[in-house]
C-alpha cells in the first residue's frame, strides 16, 4: 500500500508563482524517478518533467526555465517549483513515482492538484 498525495495547487495570477509538494506513505524501501505530469480540459495528458534518484532533472519545452523540480528523499517528497505562469500552464498536476517495496519495483500515481492560473 503505496499513496502519492499531492498539495500546493490554486488559484494564480499570471506572471505568480506556486509550489507543488508529492509526498508518498506507506510501506516501500524506497523510491526511483518521479515525475510531474499535467492534463487540461480536452487535452491529453502530457510530461512536465522527471527527476531521477541521482537528481538529474528533464523538462519540457514549453516550461524550461519557469518550472523547478526537487526532491527531498528523507521526506519522501519531490517538488515542483512553477514561476512566471501563464494561463495555459491551467491543468490537473499529477506526480508519479518509480517505488522499490524490497521485491519489485511499482509505478504510483497521485490523484492530483489544481493550478488555476487567472486573472
Known amino acids: 500500500q503505496v499513496q502519492l498525495v499531492e498539495s500546493g495547487g490554486g488559484l494564480v495570477q499570471p506572471g505568480g508563482s506556486l509550489r507543488l509538494s508529492c509526498a508518498a506513505s506507506?510501506?516501500?524501501?524506497?523510491?526511483?524517478?518521479m515525475g510531474w505530469y499535467r492534463q487540461a480540459p480536452g487535452k491529453e495528458r502530457e510530461l512536465v518533467g522527471t527527476?531521477?534518484?541521482?537528481?538529474?532533472?528533464n523538462y519540457a519545452d514549453s516550461v524550461k526555465g519557469r518550472f523547478t523540480i526537487s526532491r527531498n528523499n528523507r521526506k519522501n517528497t519531490v517538488y515542483l517549483q512553477l514561476n512566471s505562469l501563464r494561463p495555459e500552464d491551467t491543468a490537473v498536476y499529477c506526480c508519479?513515482?518509480?517505488?522499490?517495496?524490497?521485491?519489485?519495483?511499482?509505478?504510483?500515481w497521485g490523484q492530483g492538484t489544481q493550478v488555476t492560473v487567472s486573472s
Open positions: 527527476i531521477s534518484n541521482s537528481f538529474t532533472t
Open positions: 508519479n513515482a518509480v517505488v522499490y517495496n524490497g521485491s519489485i519495483f511499482d509505478n504510483y
Open positions: 506507506g510501506s516501500f524501501f524506497s523510491i526511483g524517478a
